[in-house]
């Protein structure tokens, strides 16, 4: 007969079940299912980034040097305004801090937006969709021409493009999407892990950070050009450059080494904008044959500079695929409603509570 | 228990008995675009040209998302412009086509894929990498 436990039910205590020694603590789980809160899928995101503003904002895991990026353009700028800007303003013309603020204020915008968006980060595979691919990879390998396992290849505008399987997303890597170790995502157009942003830069993200080394390239320019213009209208005053340099030390080498350092990043990204490459593959060298392949072209170039600006840096907005606000789907508790339907049809289960049995037994004594 | 033909009912209780995944055609590049090829689970269940007319709708919903055109031109030079603050209270063009597709897809459910069985995700709730087709138990044969 069923294991049961004849003891005097108080109504009130029915609401509650009581976990006795012969009941597993089931009971006891399933309340505290019910009572957690649905939880959002960037906290149990798999990748190694952190999430602020309950999922608005996206960081790699080590953000270390964004807040020197910050307070370096922070007090590059504040000293340009203190000591540089009410000189030129009474020899020259009042909008010269109107357009350092601007120029500034770009600058800033851009680098949080790029440190911030998700730079295309491609979601794991679901458990039914990895193991469809590990099939798929069992049954291809039976074929006369054996390509290395896990790797998959595609013509793409008559060039051969290797898909490469990633063991840690379980997905085989679209073109041009890379896995990043230190975020330990795949990321779409991979481009590099950017340290001084935080974070990578990808297929999402990388119009806000060319906007970002732009502008920063247009305001040290300007602010080499204003100390520069100081220190010759400070020399012209009869005193000598020395004199000048004495007065204003540091700022002049300190603007001059960013100056050419990001203007040569600037550089460099406008030619990758304007042929349609990625760091990741420039360096590589996809496309220009240094791997030993012939005739080998960029297949996603438009063959047309405007087209590829155009396309990189002014093409529609892609979504974000993590959905990091969305709510973690509860098909675990959905599941357990289902078996408790169906247990007190089963005698041999122990987990039946005392209400059903004595409401069984109460009917069958009425029928 | 009352026959129910809702799509949520359908999840809880009907089992599952495969899923087919169709996945990404990568031929015209990066663009999102998924293959047409029929695959050989769904042949019980559904007509050939009736997916295939499906996943084509699909490919130029996905396509029009991802157009180079002027008005996309004109969306990212004004988003440049005003430093990309305009994302936070506008919706992109994206999405608005994204929203579209997920009323298609929840059209095609009720109209064509639930009554045989079947069930298509969004794409997009699988990253744009797969269209998944659930393939639930054929109950109509037990009762």
């Known amino acids: 007969m069923k294991n049961c436990e004849y003891q005097q039910i108080d109504p009130q205590a029915l609401s509650t079940p009581t976990p006795t020694p012969t009941q597993p603590p089931r009971p006891a789980v399933e309340e505290e299912k019910e009572e957690e809160r649905a939880r959002r899928k960037w906290e149990v995101f798999p ?12 960081v790699a895991q080590q953000s270390g040097v964004l807040p020197l990026t910050l307070g370096l353009i922070l007090v590059t700028t504040v000293l340009f305004f203190v000591f540089d800007c009410p000189f030129l303003v009474k020899h020259l013309t009042v909008f010269i801090p109107a357009i350092g603020g601007v120029l500034f204020v770009f600058a800033v915008i851009s680098l949080l937006h790029t440190s911030f968006t998700d730079p295309g980060i491609l979601p794991r595979a679901t458990p039914d969709e990895a193991a469809d691919i590990e099939k798929q990879i069992d049954n291809s390998g039976s074929s006369t021409y054996r390509p290395p396992p896990r790797t998959k290849e595609v013509m793409i505008n008559e060039q051969v493009v290797k898909l490469k399987y990633c063991f840690t997303c379980k997905i085989f890597r679209p073109p041009r999407t890379s896995h990043c170790s230190l975020c330990d995502n795949c990321v779409e157009r991979f481009d ?23 502008s920063l390239s247009f305001l040290t320019a300007f ?10 209208l400070r020399a012209q005053g009869g005193r000598g450059l020395m004199f000048a340099l004495q007065e204003n030390p540091a700022r002049y080498p300190f603007t001059k080494t960013l100056f050419w350092s990001i203007l040569g990043l600037s550089g460099f990204h406008t030619y990758l904008v304007a042929s349609n490459l990625t760091t990741n593959e420039d360096i590589k060298g996809s496309w220009s044959g240094k791997s030993g392949a012939e005739d080998t ?13 155009c396309s990189v840096l ?7 695929l993590i959905d990091r606000r969305g709510f973690v789907p509860v098909e ?10 169906e247990l007190p049809m089963l005698a041999a289960k122990n987990e039946i509570n005392v209400e059903d049995n004595c409401l069984d037994f109460a009917v069958s ?3 | 228990m009352a026959e129910t033909h809702s799509l949520q009912d359908m999840r809880q209780q009907a089992a599952i008995a495969a899923k087919v995944f169709i996945q990404r055609d990568y031929t015209n590049g990066t663009v999102c675009q998924f293959q047409t090829k029929f695959p050989s689970e769904l042949e019980t269940r559904i007509d050939k040209q009736q997916f295939e007319e499906t996943v084509r709708m699909l490919n130029n919903l996905y396509a029009e998302a991802e157009k180079l055109g002027g008005s996309s031109y004109l969306e990212g030079c004004l988003a440049c412009l005003t430093a990309y603050t ?11 086509v994204l929203k579209k597709i997920a009323k298609f897809i929840q059209e095609q459910n009720d109209k064509i894929y639930a009554p045989r069985g079947l069930l298509l995700t969004d794409p997009i709730e699988r990253g744009l990498r797969v269209v998944e087709v659930t393939i639930f138990e054929d109950r109509s044969l037990g009762r």
């Open chain 1, 47 to 58: 990748g190694k980034n952190r999430f602020y503003c309950d999922g608005r904002f996206i």
């Open chain 1, 192 to 214: 590099h892990h950017c340290p001084w942003v935080g974070n990578c830069v990808g297929k999402r993200n990388y119009r806000f950070f060319y906007t970002f080394i732009v």
């Open chain 1, 223 to 232: 602010i080499f050009g204003c100390v520069a213009t100081h220190l010759a």
């Open chain 1, 297 to 309: 072209a960029n297949p996603y170039s438009y063959n047309n500079i405007i087209t590829n600006c």
């Open chain 1, 314 to 320: 002014c093409g529609p907005m892609p979504p974000s």
């Open chain 1, 332 to 341: 675990e508790s959905s599941q357990t409603v289902a078996t408790e339907i």
């Open chain 1, 365 to 367: 004594c009425a029928g």
């Open chain 2, 86 to 96: 305009i994302f936070l209270c506008m919706e992109t063009h994206y999405e608005k």
